[in-house]
């Protein structure tokens, strides 16, 4: 145990770098520090919630039977379970993942094999720390088994018991699979299955969002819901699911918790005998042999090069999709019609899109700098190979945004503001993208290991400089034909003051962009010339 | 081939490397020895163009590093001493992506590459570099430069992480591309190697060559009249103290 909390213990230290006061002194936060920090998140969603979801749901306590379907079953079990569902699936595609790269993937694994620790105490503790890092489907999921128990008005031990188990057999399950996934997962493919698995559950979440938006299950749509959940019901509440298991034991039922249990028990047990055995060899694993490969050479080997990288890297595809997907499930969730879809989409893309071709520019420029300075041995100059870091989110997300105008004008028909909004995109865009790229170059040395490699000075800058221009530009664009057609306030009979605020000031903004771009042009070069 | 006049780097007070001299002709082995943090690494970065010397001149190929900085890159191959590689190309896309920056001629580099990963049993290109291990990387960035050809090679440590087999076929690799008319700026701090391998031999200490020759020419330096490198070094960088060093431990 004792080696155990050791491990854990400098595993958190290792986690943050530690911070210089005004003197210049470094200051080491405390382990305890670190874990707060990661559990935070949780914690906060738990709190934001729970209250929602009691207020949403404290009336949709009806039995099944009394709906004329012949089930044990209430429609909150049903709502609750495919939460729990859910939340276990993205708890186990985050979790199970994270532990091999955790273990396999760590310099330090290597060294604590060779010391006096016993190999089941090298998984338990990378297992713990995987657990803090992608523990957050299970803390949103604690609260709201909670709030599920207090609307059933559930016995509170049982509850408490049922919850407990439901985490032991989610745990166990996600370990074993740990393990039994690094067995023939190789290290960049749990790297790169971790990260898709992160993103891919966010993507998720906002779709299921607008999908199951708690606002559709009030109690005048019970029956017709609960019509279309009814030849489902089989599914969800699935025997073999171990939330169906927590969710009987709520209830009272005493064998589901003794298989909750035992299921758990057996499970940790398992796992602790092939934690054991482990050989932490993931790294030897081969591909197929490379007997015939065809090389293909072409014309602009860097480009390529940089979209392949952008593509592979989970969370690199993550800032290049995500702008894009946003918009089209507002067109399809179909929670917005008509002009104001354009307007929600040009908002939020203009909003996001900004920023994340700042963080792309960002990204891309640390690749290199992870292999720095094998890239300044290329026969090519510096200027070009920053200059792709900046084209490239530009010229992607330009893409999307005019696909998204074309389907906007095939959904809500023909806008002239729609099209005339992809030159103000694009000078927002190359903006931000070249202002990424400064703020990089002003450290190229900084950490990049880890993915939080900019300061949090750094983000709000960043945000407030990308975000800010195009949600000024492109909000008092979108409201032009709005207040024109409907004035109010002082607009109410002074049209000039409407062109002035509507037109004039995104004109003014979008003039101080290109400006702007100039500016950070003239810094980059220099920046560029200091970077060895 | 390389020529290099005055060479000074400084990081802000301190001193990495201070008036450096080289004059390594073509066909020749250049064994670039120092301890830990003698200014070894800076020099080659200064002379690869990956870093700007504070003073002095630089000219590989009989051209200005300054001014044609491109074309002495596109002319030469340097193996780091580290084999930092993107971790998320698979082996072969790291060589598309090598023979299209250099431009090379594709049917003779791949012949050549063939030959090498024969050689260095090179049998994992389809995995991603990820997943390599220091070794497996080592023989790739050797293979990539190698199939080049280049004028002038720097080699920074280059049998760390190799096998025997693979150290052994890069040392031949070495003198026959020697023999070939190329020219070799090798760093290790294995000194057998250096002693048997290379021409001519500099010895770096804190930013300065204390030394430099043939082996006969260091041989005669020595004031205890040692014979091997190994002695010759020590004796040279101040750490012929070692006996009693460890005598205390």
Known sequence: MSDLSLLLKYSFKNKVRPAKNKKGVSKASKPITTVIQYLLPAVIFGMTIAPVMFITMKDLNIPMQSLGIDSSYSFLDIIFSLNFLGMGIMFFMNYSPSIIMNLYDSEMTQAFLTMPIKKSTIFWAGSIDSLLMTGLPLGMLLPIAVVYAIIMKANIFLSILAIVGFVIVLLGISMLGGILMSFFMSRTSAKRFTMFAYFGSIILYVFAANYFNPSNFNSGNVEVIAQTFKNALGFILNPVFPHTWMINSTKGNLWSLIILFGAGILLFCFTYFLSQKLDFSISGKKAKKSKKITFKTGRFPLIKKDLKLSFRDSQTLFLLIYPAVLPVIFFFAGNTKGSSLGVMSSLMFSAIAAFYAAYLAIMMLAEETKIWPVPKLYPIKTRTLVSNKVNIPFAIFMIEYILIVLLLTVISGFSFVNIISILPMGVILYYSSLLGARLFLKNPKREVKQKNFLSGKEVFELEGATMGVAFGVFFLLNFFSTVKNRPFWIFVGREWLIYLVFIGVPILLIGLTVLGIFKELKKIKVLIENWE | ?249
């Open chain 2, 1 to 249: 081939m390389i020529e290099v006049k005055g060479l000074v780097k400084k990081f802000g007070e301190f001193t990495a490397v201070n008036k450096v001299d080289l004059s390594i002709k073509g066909g020749e082995i250049y064994g670039f020895l120092g301890p830990n943090g003698a200014g070894k690494t800076t020099t080659i970065r200064m002379l690869t163009g990956t870093l700007n010397p504070t003073e002095g001149d630089i000219r590989i190929l009989d051209k200005d590093i300054r001014k044609d900085d491109i074309q002495i890159k596109s002319e030469i191959g340097v193996v780091p001493d580290e084999p930092k590689m993107y971790e998320n190309l698979r082996g072969f896309e790291y060589v598309e992506f090598i023979m299209g920056i250099y431009k090379v001629d594709k049917t003779e580099a791949k012949k050549r590459l063939d030959e090498i990963c024969e050689a260095f049993d090179i049998d994992f290109l389809n995995d991603y570099i990820g997943d390599y291990s220091h070794g497996m990387k080592q023989k790739l960035m050797v293979a990539t430069v190698l199939m080049r050809k280049p004028k002038v090679i720097f080699l920074d440590e280059p049998t760390v992480g190799l096998d025997a087999k693979s150290a052994k076929i890069l040392k031949m690799l070495i003198q026959k591309y020697r023999d070939e008319g190329s020219t070799i700026f090798l760093t290790t701090h294995i000194l057998e190697i250096a002693e048997k391998m290379c021409d001519r031999i500099g010895i770096i200490k804190d930013g300065s060559i204390i030394a430099q020759g043939t082996m006969e020419e260091l041989r005669s330096k020595s004031t205890q009249h040692n014979r091997s490198l190994e002695d010759i070094f020590l004796e040279l960088t101040g750490d012929e103290e070692i006996d009693n060093i460890v005598k205390e431990l």
